[in-house]
């Protein structure tokens, strides 16, 4: 399984959009599957996740999206990123 990480958009700015973190969390570990597994939540906006090789991470990301909608009926916008994606933007930075 491959790691990667959801960033999810617009919650918990400017003290709008709070969700408790508990609540996210209970509501993705639904996902959960043989595909998909969530380890857990940095903040309340960045979901950490391993993934299958049968599976893409935008799917996860569009996964990650329809559940939360369903669970607190409000639309949410999800990008996520590979961990080595994540690293080597953190290594240009750093340079």
């Known amino acids: 399984m491959k ?3 959801a960033f999810i958009r617009g919650i918990g700015m400017f003290g ?7 609540k996210i969390l209970s509501c ?3 996902i959960e599957n043989r595909n998909i597994k969530i380890l857990g939540i940095h903040g309340k906006d960045n979901i950490i996740f391993l993934k299958s090789d049968s ?3 935008a799917t996860v990301g569009g996964k990650i999206e329809r ?3 369903k669970y607190f009926n409000k639309k ?3 990008t996520t990123r590979s961990l080595s994606t994540v690293k080597g933007l953190i290594k240009n930075i750093k340079n």
């Open 3 to 5: 790691p990667g990480i």
């Open 16 to 22: 709008k959009r709070n969700y408790p973190k508990q």
């Open 28 to 30: 993705l570990k639904k």
């Open 55 to 57: 599976i893409h991470y």
């Open 67 to 69: 559940s939360l909608e």
């Open 76 to 78: 949410f916008y999800v």
